[in-house]
């Protein structure tokens, strides 16, 4: 069984807003999904944090490399892409562009062997676990009326993240971290993302270990790049300062630019990303390594269904995972599939039992979202 054709789908109109400083559009180019065929028709899905534009010309690229290699060796054949090209920018847009392939070759070969990815992986540890929602943090009266919405849907643990937190001043931050732990009650994981990986972040260590004791005493679960994203020895300090958990690595990619964060101890909780650090494949191989240092692996999920699919298999099938990011409202997550992910009455997510990644894509819905 081969490759036959490697097709990008365009996801436009429903990009959620980033909060980042160059504004938002739901018309926004960042994330697409590739769709591996194989030579007797059956296909597997992957996604990909990057433009469709970038998407295309990398499976243009790589296309002497995968067309007509097996379509049943995910591994295998996505580390003989990583491989072939180290002068084509190793670790950049390729990457992210192997990752979705990589995802789609485990979806089919699951449905080649009838079998949930999870237990392609190695089996399953757990049959669901516990999404948390990932929210922008906001005015208060905002905030509030989020979190809200939030807990009523069933969530049971909320990540709000950067715009307008460490952007303004630390009394600020303050209110709206109590603002959050008020409205939620004690009951609810919350957890608190800085989104260090900014550009020109103002922010050093101090700022860091300063918030870090702030959020300590709201109960905050982790604090999520605290720093720029390449500050290592900021991390490694800050880690073993903070009395809160500290994460960090979504862009990171390739296996080995997460080692040194790993063997040196930057991290509590590791955070690669399936549709940029590789797929399933690498993410797995990282997981492990965390796993192995006793550093705990929560997949980034700021993504797509494809992703939160790939999350869910991956997070089943090591030893020790505590939760999958659940990014909401999210249109590429929530309205992408013929069968959307729901919540069980406990606010936890099955993972799916049927061959691959067992999902299927509204195929209606894929149309309208190519359209700009
Ligand atoms: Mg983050």
Redesign the pocket.
């Known amino acids: 069984m081969r490759i036959r054709e490697i097709k990008v789908h365009r996801l436009l109109g429903g990009t959620v807003d980033g909060g980042w400083p160059d504004g938002h559009e739901p018309e926004d180019d960042l994330h697409a999904l590739v769709e591996v065929i194989a030579d007797d028709g059956l296909t597997g899905i992957g996604s990909v944090f990057t433009n469709s534009a970038l998407v295309e010309a990398g499976v243009e690229t790589l296309r002497p490399l995968w067309q007509g290699e097996a379509a049943v060796e995910p591994e295998r054949v996505s580390e003989k892409l990583r491989q072939a090209c180290f002068w084509q920018g190793r670790g950049g847009t390729l990457e992210h562009v192997i990752s979705g392939i990589d995802i789609g070759l485990w979806d089919l070969f699951g449905k080649v062997c009838r079998q949930p990815v999870s237990r392609l992986l190695g089996g399953c540890y757990r049959h669901r676990i516990k999404p948390y929602a990932s929210l922008l943090f906001d005015e208060p009266d905002i905030l509030a009326a989020r979190l809200t919405r939030t807990v009523e849907r069933g969530f049971r643990a909320i990540k709000l ?1 950067w715009r307008p937190f460490g952007r303004r001043n630390s009394k600020f931050d303050e209110v709206l971290v109590r603002t959050a732990r008020e409205t939620v009650g004690p009951d609810v994981d919350l957890l608190v ?1 800085a ?1 260090g ?1 900014e550009q020109f972040w103002p922010h050093g260590y101090k700022w860091a270990l300063r918030t870090s004791q702030m959020l300590a005493d709201y109960d905050i679960g982790w604090f ?2 605290a720093l720029p994203p390449d500050d290592i020895e900021g991390f490694v300090r800050l880690r073993n300062a903070s009395p809160v958990p500290i994460a960090g690595g ?1 862009v990171l990619t390739r296996r080995q630019a997460f080692q040194p964060w790993i063997e040196r101890g930057a991290l509590d909780i590791v ?1 690669p990303d399936v549709t940029k650090c590789g797929g399933l494949s690498e993410a797995r191989r990282i997981a492990w390594l965390a796993y192995d240092h006793n550093v705990q692996f929560v997949s ?1 999920g ?1 993504n797509t269904a494809v992703g939160l699919a790939a999350d869910l298999h991956l997070a089943a099938a090591i030893p020790v995972a505590r939760y999958v990011e659940y990014l909401t409202p999210a249109p590429y997550i929530e309205e992408i599939l013929t069968s959307p992910f729901e919540l069980d009455a406990e606010g936890m997510l099955p993972i799916p039992q049927t061959p691959g990644l067992g999902i299927e894509l509204d195929r209606d819905a894929l149309a309208r979202f190519a359209q700009p």
């Open positions: 993240g993302d989104g990986s999520e790049e979504e955070q980034h700021w």
